[in-house]
């Protein structure tokens, strides 16, 4: 065989055994997962868990819903490591006029070290954002999504709230 392409396959392997040795390495700081320390006094009580949001028009735009939190404790809250159920959603944080970054399927993104800090007395909001034309014609039905976070209530150290309804044309 020819030596320059010995020499190329050789090359090709080095790179991609490298490459994958430096993925797997940890990455930088911006790409760990957030780990909060529960703290006595911080406590989180939420709106509504749940909610059915009853039909969606698939043309219609992007679904917003809102799940308001407020911190009733005497310790800052801190609320890290949001996620969605599905692609078709996507979770922030709204404290005041200020949007965390948009967090999507749990898994399918890098993790994050952002956490956001509701202070004694304050509240904010966890919106879901769905988009019903994500999965295209054949989204059409009944859906499910649910948006997780974690917190540093010892109580309530990881969050699950969730909509349903109806995509329809």
Not at 42 to 48: E, G, L, R, V, Y
Not at 77 to 101: E, V, Y
Request: overall charge neutral; glycine content about 14%.
């Amino acid at each position: 065989m020819n030596k320059w392409f010995l020499l190329g396959i050789l090359a090709f392997t080095i790179a991609v055994v490298g490459g994958g040795i430096a993925l797997s390495s940890g990455g930088s700081p911006e790409e760990t997962k957030a780990v909060l320390q529960q703290t006595s006094g911080a406590k989180i009580s939420i709106d509504h868990m749940q909610k059915t949001v009853g039909n969606i028009s698939y043309g219609g735009g992007i679904l917003y819903h809102s799940f308001p939190i407020q911190n009733t404790g005497t310790q800052d809250l801190k609320i890290a490591n949001l996620a969605t159920s599905c692609h078709c959603t996507k979770s922030f944080l709204r404290i005041g006029k200020q949007d965390s970054p948009a967090f999507g399927m749990k898994g399918s993104s890098a993790p994050s070290n952002w956490t956001g800090i509701l202070k004694p007395g304050e509240k904010g909001t966890i919106i879901a954002a769905f988009d019903p034309a994500f999965h295209g014609p054949q989204g059409i039905g009944q859906v499910d999504r649910i948006i997780s976070f974690e917190t540093n209530d010892s109580n309530h150290s990881y969050v699950e709230v969730s909509f349903d309804g109806t995509v329809i044309k």
